[in-house]
Structure formats: C-alpha cells, structure tokens
C-alpha cells in the first residue's frame, strides 16, 4: 500500500507521539510506527460469569437475598438488587460505562450498601478492556511501515 511520504517525514521529524524515533534505524523507526500501544481504556459490560468472580461470595449471596426478600427492610436496595439480577438473567450482563444506566445502577447499590466501594471498583476493573492500536494504524489506517517506506521519508 503506498503511503503519504510527507507524514512519515513529519512523523519522524516531530515524533508526536513520543516514540522515541529520533537516532533510531530505518527498521527501529518502522517496528516502533506498527508497534500496537494502549491509547485508552473502553468499559464492556460485566457479564455474570465475570461479576461472579469480581465479587465475593458474601456480596452475591446478600444481593441474591435482598432480591428475594418477602418483606424487604430498604425498598431501595430491595429494587436495585431485582434490577440487578434482572438485568444479568435476561440480557446477560450490566453496562459499566461512567453514566450508563447500568453504572447508575452499580453506582445506586453502593449507595444502598448492596455493594461497597471495593465491589464496584472490582467490577469495573474486570470489565474495563485496553484499546490497543498502532501508530502506522493511527496516522495512515491499515497499513505497515516498512524501513524501506521510512528510508524513502529520510531522503
């Protein structure tokens, strides 16, 4: 695939990225461009099979227990845990995304004591995912650098 010489002389020259190019080989230069980095973290919805191992076996049981609770002490932690239970049997996981609804309703059950703090970090944690891509990818799309394009820019 051809490539725009003019931004990878600029990319080397300017190494916006801060990959270090400067003083490298023609081939060092093209491994470090194709080389896949995290550029950010994306939030998946927590699945039930991955709650399960994010959480203790106590917090389980006690959202398990006020969800089926004949009379309910907290209508709030009573609804939040139907909710919760509700959202993992029948679309099979709950949204972790800062203000989605399904973080609204984690960050709710920490506010009712269904869950601390501790809990909800560990579901996020469990559900966040690293969104990897090269810089070749980032400035040029799917492509490879290769010495012979970065040798080409040098000229």
């Given amino acids: 695939m051809q490539i725009d010489v003019s931004l990878l002389r ?3 020259a300017n190494d916006p990225a801060g990959l270090g190019l400067a003083g490298m080989s023609d081939a ?7 080389a896949e980095r995290e ?3 994306r939030h998946d919805p927590i699945t039930a099979e991955r709650a399960l191992d994010a959480l203790s076996r106590e917090t389980v049981q006690g959202i398990v227990d006020e969800a089926t609770a004949e009379s309910p002490q907290d209508p709030e932690s009573h609804r939040d845990a139907v909710v919760y239970e509700e959202r993992m049997l029948l ?6 995304e800062p203000g989605s609804p399904g973080r609204v309703l984690l960050d709710s059950m920490v506010d009712t004591g269904l869950l601390v703090r501790d809990d909800l970090d560990a ?3 469990a559900a966040t995912v690293p ?4 810089r070749a990818m980032a400035v040029y799309g799917p492509v ?3 010495a012979a394009h970065v ?3 040098r000229k």
């Fill in 10 to 12: 600029a990319e080397i």
């Fill in 28 to 34: 060092d230069i093209a491994e470090a461009m194709n």
């Fill in 39 to 41: 550029i950010g973290k």
């Fill in 91 to 96: 679309e099979g996981s709950v949204d972790t």
């Fill in 123 to 125: 579901l996020v944690a």
């Fill in 131 to 134: 969104i990897m891509q090269s």
């Fill in 144 to 146: 490879t650098i290769t």
């Fill in 151 to 153: 040798a080409e820019a």
